[in-house]
């Protein structure tokens, strides 16, 4: 049996799956090895998901066969699969906030102890394969609602693992960390690889694809079209076969000092709980970039300047006048929009139309702006700008929920442009959106800021700070650690957001 | 990129208004064979006007639901409205119209104590309407020393007992029938109405709709006063049809609630069309009435609509995956 390469942990063979009528995966082949970092790309919509669902064991497959650990296996549950040692941590956490670390580790699998939950064995044991991956620093006895969502997601890997998993599916596992954050996350990766553990991970960073993988299959409209030896594939390639499309036009051009226009928006000494001593200045027509750690403070600025978590001290003016920006409402009156990073919790109304979801402000708000405009002129309006953001659905009636992450946000930020405001707010604009639908964000930030809308866009991921922003600032610990010009590069913001630089005065 | 175009049998899963068409009309086959005349005018005509009611609350009802609340108090407020009614009238036929917009104002006021106590002390309105049902029963009895006083006027239960004689075709049109459907008709163009929309979109997602600069406290409070009214035009019919009595209204919760379930609107918010919840009311009515001719116990009603809530929701639960 040993020839040069092991034989296959998993073997996937013409995997078919429709969802009443809907082909989502066609004839998918795909291999994992022991101790092999396999890795899933392709655009939103093009299947990754429903893949991993039927690996674990959520979906059963139409056509195909599904071979793990050498035999044939028809999971019926996910419950099957994880017991024949395949453990999956999904894009969202699925932890109970207000169990703890260990009661969610050990979630329906309790020791028990004459009959009763042992706790005392939850919490070693748990506290044992924390330690096993180098987390020992986790108390296993904290509410998960305690923890960071970095942390959270190392409880959510040790859940998968629990059970002696041989197979661990990660969907977007980085979704939510920071950049160092990122970087303890690889370390844990390379030590189950170590262990011979086989990885599938679902991946829209690059980076992460080309730093961890040992192989990569790129999936397109249900289908794989290409695995290929990460070791041989340049990046240029890969976004070739995702999308057909070069990487080199990622990002559009940075504003030109002309176009930039009267000052939009200034904050004065302001702070709340979590943010203190907070000046900035925003003009009409420019990016500004908001880097930091998670925690720093970076969405805590957004959610303050959109009234969400408002400040409690300080001064804001917007177009030069003082405003109190008490609430969503009172500041989405002054001309701001807000475009949250939590795009099913706070973007959209999943099972409302298009049409409905991108009048929801207008409708809300009608005094601002366009939407004083009658109800007819109003809904072509906001036809307009789906067509302009360039949404792609199967009509204006289809309900939100069955859109891809980044036609979600295009019809978020649609809901917005209908009340033409004058200063934007991003918090993570391309989270978790593919890589076609993310160069159109792009580029419509872009485009809003050259029509005079001063926007404030927080991101994570580095590259997008740097190749979007006219400036940067970066947050640590609730204040503004410094500010960078245009072409800064990617170790000054990480060492603003860690300290290890010199802060800006102020 | 492949758009993934919802096909048909996905739209009657979600909350259309397919299965609730189809069972009603499963039920009606079902009557008339039963009762051969039953579609016809005049009986048609009597069963809708009996029917207006709870149609009515369940409209009333799609409201609150759709927005994500509930509203256990309209059928003790129906109460309150009759007994009020017949004290506040005792026989003067000029009283009528003044209590009428008395009683409105009541069910309004119900409604914001309602509303307000849920949005702004955050009572879950289960509880809030919970309480309201037995404020107002404990308070109807107290004021009437136990027993309902006065008597309703004639000229005050017109509406609910008279009709339009001698139309061409269709014979007899209850006044109630009209009110029902004056009433179905605003409340569709309400629907439709930004307040509508945004209504559900509160059901929804409440953190969106605040993010999107939606009052929701408003819109809340705003669906317990529609479903005040609503109760209250239907005490108006309920005491004209059948007169003052503590039990006017009860139970007319839970039928209200269960005519909108059956109509496909979800509980707990966003999902669901007021023609589906009125629909669901006559669907109900339609099975009492199916049920009463091959002789099943009238005491078995409570017992079906509790298998019905069961069982619409279970039901509603299988949604198709949105991947």
Redesign the interface.
Known sequence: MSGLLPSPLLALRGIGKS????R?LDGVDLQVRPGEVHAVVG?N?AGK??LMKVVAGVHQPDEGTVEFAGAPRTFRSPREARQAGIGIVYQELTLLPERTVAENVCLGREPLRRGLVDRRAMLSHTAELLASIGEGSIPPDTRVGRLGVAQQQVVEIVKALALDARLLIMDEPTAALADHEVDQLYALVRRLQEQGIGVLYVSHRLKEVFDLSTRITVLK??RAVATLDTADTSADQLVRHMVGRELSSYYPGRAKPQELGPVRLTVRGAGNRKLRGIDLRLRAGEVLGVGGLQGSGRSALARAL?G?APFSTGEVTVDRAPVRLRS??AA??AGIA?V?EDRK????????SVL??A???V????AVGPGRAG?GARTARVRELLAAVEL????ED??V??L?GGNQQKVVLA?WLALAPRILLFDEPTRGIDV?AKSAIHDLVRRLARDGAAVLMVSSELPELLGMSDRIIVMRDGRIAGELPAGASEEDVVALAVGTAREAAG | MRIARPPQLLKVRSGGLTPIIVILAVLLVLLTARQPDFLSPPSLMSFLGRSAPVVLLAAGQYFVIVSGELDLSVGSLVTAQVVIAARLIDGDPSAGWPVVVLLLAFGIAVGLVNGLVTTLLRVPSFITTLGMFLILVGAVYLWSDGAPKGSLSEEFRRLGRSAFEDVPALGRIPYALVVLLAVAAAALVLTRSDFGRTLVAVGGNPRTAELSGVRVWRAKTMAFVLSGLAATLAAVLIGGYSGVSFQAGAGLEFGAITAAVLGGVALGGGRGSVVGAMLGALTLETLFTLMNFYGVSGALEPTVQGAIILLAVAAASFRVPSR
């Not at chain 1, 409708?363 to 009608?366: D, K, L, S």
């Open positions: 969802f009443l009528g809907v989502v655009e919509g998901s429903t409209d249900g959109f969400a969503p409402r989405i009156r807000y949250s919790g706070e973007g959209i109304v999943a099972e409302q409905d979801n009048l929801l402000a409708r809300a708000v009608r109800r792609r659905a199967a009509g289809q309900e929920r069955f891809s809901r076609g």
